[in-house]
């Protein structure tokens, strides 16, 4: 079975790092990008990044570039979203996703997402 | 970056009612990278259909997407009780984003 697991649920005070993290099994890891997706509370879904673990190409969304960090660790089949410091406005429910995108573009496999609260 | 706008926002149906979903681009996407999610509270969204019109896996036959270029549209045919939550679509340009959603509720 084809399955992301995502760490679980923090806490942080603002100014803090973090480092959250994405286990994809069930498939070949390295040819599939994978990819963060942002929803803070009670809005929409928006679309933050990917990394293709095979060679660790990275793109992001505008809105995240700078903001964000995307890594790929291949020989444990993990994705990462990082933070070097923290917002109250970064507290939201993260998903991965596996990213489909030969002839056609979509996102087939959601992990169940890791919720991030950030308050002092 | 290709905005895409969904509408209505919210839905008031009863079950067994059709559903029409609209989701339009601020230019004209391919159809091959047009998607659509549904989402149900506490849950994480799955996939429906791509490529603009193909069910996903174990997706039912009650679920139907169209259009081309700038319009589409997601229809459901007979609400069932479990079909009332959020619906996005979502699309890749030059980069992937999502629309705001469509909110279908019990009437």
């Given at each position: 079975e084809v399955q992301l697991v995502q760490s679980g649920a923090e806490v942080k005070k603002p100014g803090e790092s973090l480092k959250i993290s994405c286990k994809g099994s069930?498939?070949?890891?390295?040819?599939?990008?994978?990819?963060?997706?942002?929803?803070?509370?009670?809005?929409g879904l928006e679309w933050m990044g990917i990394i293709y673990p095979g060679d660790s190409d990275t793109r992001y969304?505008?809105?995240?570039?700078?903001?964000?960090?995307?890594?790929a660790d291949k020989s444990i089949s993990t994705a990462y979203l990082q933070w070097s410091s923290?917002?109250?406005?970064?507290?939201?429910?993260?998903?991965?996703?596996?990213?489909?995108?030969?002839?056609?573009?979509?996102?087939d496999v959601w992990g169940k997402g890791t919720t991030v609260t950030v308050s002092s | 970056e290709?905005?895409?706008?969904?509408?209505?926002?919210?839905?008031?149906l009863s079950p067994g009612e059709r559903a029409t979903l609209s989701c339009r681009a601020s230019q004209s996407v391919s159809s091959s990278y047009l998607?659509?999610?549904?989402?149900?509270?506490?849950q994480a969204p799955r996939l429906l259909i791509y490529g603009a019109s193909?069910?996903?896996?174990?997706?039912?036959?009650?679920?139907?997407?169209?259009?081309?270029?700038?319009?589409?549209?997601?229809?459901?045919?007979?609400l069932e009780p479990e079909d009332f939550a959020v619906y996005y679509c979502q699309q890749y340009g030059s980069a992937?984003?999502?629309?705001?959603?469509?909110?279908?509720?019990?009437?």
């Amino acid at each position: 079975e084809v399955q992301l697991v995502q760490s679980g649920a923090e806490v942080k005070k603002p100014g803090e790092s973090l480092k959250i993290s994405c286990k994809g099994s069930g498939y070949s890891f390295t040819t599939y990008w994978i990819g963060w997706v942002r929803q803070m509370p009670g809005k929409g879904l928006e679309w933050m990044g990917i990394i293709y673990p095979g060679d660790s190409d990275t793109r992001y969304s505008p809105s995240f570039q700078g903001q964000v960090t995307i890594s790929a660790d291949k020989s444990i089949s993990t994705a990462y979203l990082q933070w070097s410091s923290l917002k109250a406005s970064d507290t939201a429910m993260y998903y991965c996703a596996r990213h489909v995108s030969d002839y056609y573009y979509y996102m087939d496999v959601w992990g169940k997402g890791t919720t991030v609260t950030v308050s002092s | 970056e290709i905005v895409l706008t969904q509408s209505p926002g919210t839905l008031s149906l009863s079950p067994g009612e059709r559903a029409t979903l609209s989701c339009r681009a601020s230019q004209s996407v391919s159809s091959s990278y047009l998607a659509w999610y549904q989402q149900k509270p506490g849950q994480a969204p799955r996939l429906l259909i791509y490529g603009a019109s193909s069910r996903a896996t174990g997706i039912p036959d009650r679920f139907s997407g169209s259009g081309s270029g700038t319009d589409f549209t997601l229809t459901i045919s007979r609400l069932e009780p479990e079909d009332f939550a959020v619906y996005y679509c979502q699309q890749y340009g030059s980069a992937w984003t999502f629309g705001q959603g469509t909110k279908v509720e019990i009437k």
